[in-house]
């Protein structure tokens, strides 16, 4: 059915539709719409025999989850940004016990600076934890990859975060196709433990494990999460047939063929450069793109696939490993080391920064004529920059980065205590 709804609303119904068993929840932006829609929804009987817990905290949310789903429910949380830095001892606990729990992370920035505004750094800083990871690029994705996401977590017994970017997603109102109780119950089966804790059969789940078996056991989850490379293109074809419609897979091509440039990101930022390339190619530019939707596990054959004939290869991340350089863009460049393709990085649009048509296309045309460095920070203001650096040399006591910054920029009045 056809809907004109905000993101966070409509991954709210898909979630529904997935029949969860326990529910648990802490708000925070930008996920809060989420959580509080399924909490009415399950008061109001929409979505039977589920229990939602609302917690005290984000480690509480997992850590409720890591409990209903080793005593056998189907769950589901939700989290963001700082939510995510909260819960990490349980982020690596649920997938070291192999539990199935699905979570949609609203990609949000992380602090310090506070920053409420979108980017990766939540997810990335998680990107090592064990968790299938899945990006969307725009809201009906987001419905189809979480009814999915159900499905490959119980099939591979792994746990799995659906990142969706925060506000521009989660707060957005666009046209959705809302599945059917039916097409859902047809796709995603009941779900059946793998393992479960019960009275009558005892067993231990998160036991100690020395230096004799540790190395086993984490090869174990890699060897899944390598499992879940030929799942999650075979559970989207499967989707297909049920609902019509592409959903998923592990990337997606636009007009790759034949490029000699590609542009290699993830999330909603295709939309916009989809309008750009389009323009380009018009004018004769041989230039493509391809968003990258499963990058835990990273599907690296897939990309050697479909860029192993590009001469130039500019990655669009929305995340920075500070002191090395762009994270995302690492992951390809160890994906096609056996290929001589030179692979920029591209850092854009930390904590909210708007990412225009106009500069887009600054950007790659600087990349089509060479001029891109090695690691790229795409529509930064040196000059504030330098400012600050020079600042810093002239004053012992030059003041926090952030105030000045903001001071600079004529947003608020620089604080500076004597």
């Known amino acids: 059915m056809l809907k004109q709804i905000e993101g966070s609303h409509a991954v709210a119904e898909a979630v529904g539709l997935c029949r969860p068993q326990v529910i648990s929840a802490y708000p925070i932006t930008p996920q809060t719409h989420i959580v509080e829609d399924l909490g009415t929804m399950v008061k109001a009987g929409k979505i039977e025999n589920c229990e939602f817990l609302l917690v005290e905290s984000e480690f509480g949310a997992l850590s409720a989850c890591i409990g209903s789903s080793a005593a056998g429910a189907r769950s589901y949380t939700a989290t963001a940004s700082q939510g995510m830095l909260f819960m990490m001892e349980a982020v690596y606990n649920a997938s070291g016990m192999s539990l199935p729990i699905v979570m949609t992370v609203g990609n949000r920035a992380i602090g310090a ?9 939540d997810s990335m ?5 064990g968790w299938i990871q899945l990006f969307v690029e725009d809201n009906q994705q987001a ?16 746990p799995v975060m659906v990142c969706m970017d925060g506000f521009i997603l989660t707060h957005s109102y666009s046209q959705v196709d809302m599945p059917e109780q039916g097409q859902v119950d047809q796709f995603l089966p009941p779900f059946e433990p793998r393992q479960v ?10 036991a100690m494990v020395g230096p004799e078996a540790f190395t086993e056991v984490r090869f174990l989850a890699h060897h899944k999460q ?17 609902m019509g419609r592409d959903s998923g897979g592990l990337i997606k091509e636009f007009d790759c063929a034949g490029a000699e440039t590609v542009i290699v990101t993830m999330g909603s930022v295709i939309g916009t450069m989809k309008e750009v ?3 380009m190619r018009e004018e004769g530019h041989s230039i493509g793109a391809l968003t990258i939707r499963s990058f835990r596990p990273f599907p690296s054959e897939a990309l050697i696939e479909a860029l192993k004939d590009a001469k130039r290869i500019i990655v669009f991340e929305k995340c920075l490993a500070v002191g090395m350089g762009g994270i995302v863009s690492m992951n390809v460049r160890m994906a096609l080391q056996d290929f001589p393709l030179h692979v920029h990085s591209v850092i854009g649009g930390l904590g909210g920064r708007p990412i225009t048509r106009k500069n887009l296309r600054r950007l790659f045309e600087k990349g089509l004529n060479d001029q891109l460095q090695e690691t790229h920070f795409h529509d930064i203001d040196m000059e504030i920059v330098n400012r600050e650096l020079e600042r810093e040399k002239e004053q012992r006591q030059s003041g926090s980065i952030a105030e000045n910054i903001l001071h600079d920029v004529g947003v608020v009045a620089a604080a500076k205590t004597i």
Do not use: T, Y
């Not at 920053?115 to 990766?120: K, L």
């Not at 800083?125 to 934890?129: C, E, H, K």
């Not at 804790?197 to 998160?206: C, E, I, N, Q, V």
């Open 226 to 242: 390598r499992e879940a490379l030929d799942l999650i293109p075979r559970h989207a074809a499967e989707f297909q047939s049920i």
């Open 143 to 158: 419905v189809d990859v979480h009814i999915q996401a159900f499905k490959l977590a119980e099939e591979l017994c792994l």
């Open 277 to 279: 390339l389009a323009g």
């Open 113 to 121: 600076p506070i920053n409420i505004w979108n980017d990766w750094g």
């Open 125 to 129: 800083s998680a990107r090592d934890a």
């Open 197 to 206: 804790l019960d009275p009558a059969a005892p067993l231990s789940m998160g």
